[in-house]
């Protein structure tokens, strides 16, 4: 049974819960993991993932000045333990180094180096091309839109977070 029908029961029997509300969460969840799959087949012929790529991208937005893991995590919402794996992996292969900070001993430092650069250069198209096949549907008009709206149900998200914790 698809899952619009089955939140369509639930209502059903909860007459006050919020149909459409669940029915956008469910989709845009959905949406999110099948968008994470459709990026992490086009980056598969490179051997990387996509915490991998985006780390890769980040260090590379910021010009080769060291970068702190912990910097990266925030960014691509990784644990401190999925970093920590992301950077092994990524630093196994040559792509990125790792190194003590000049500023404090007990933090490390991450740049891209040259063969990250350079798998980088390969693999950006690819990416770049299955977020075209991605959010083509929407046309460019209803894309700024839809930006538009998923920034403010994200500060929305980000600010209830804050007030929990």
Known sequence: MPF?????????EYPDAPHDLMLASRLLLRSARLLRHHIERALAPHA????????MSLLLADGGQPTMPSELGVAIDATRT??????????????VQRKTSTQDRRSLELTLTAEGRALL?????????AYGEA?????????A???????????????LDAQRS
């Open 121 to 129: 250069d390969r693999a950006a198209p690819a990416v770049h091309a």
């Open 145 to 159: 839109d839809v930006t538009r709206d998923l920034a403010q149900l994200h500060q929305n998200l980000a600010a």
């Open 82 to 95: 999925q970093m920590t794996r992301l950077i092994d992996g990524l630093e196994a292969r040559g792509l």
């Open 4 to 12: 619009e029908q089955r939140i369509a029961r639930f209502c059903a």
């Open 48 to 55: 990387l993932d996509m915490g991998q790529y985006l780390v």
């Open 135 to 143: 959010w083509a549907p929407l046309g460019k008009d209803r894309l």
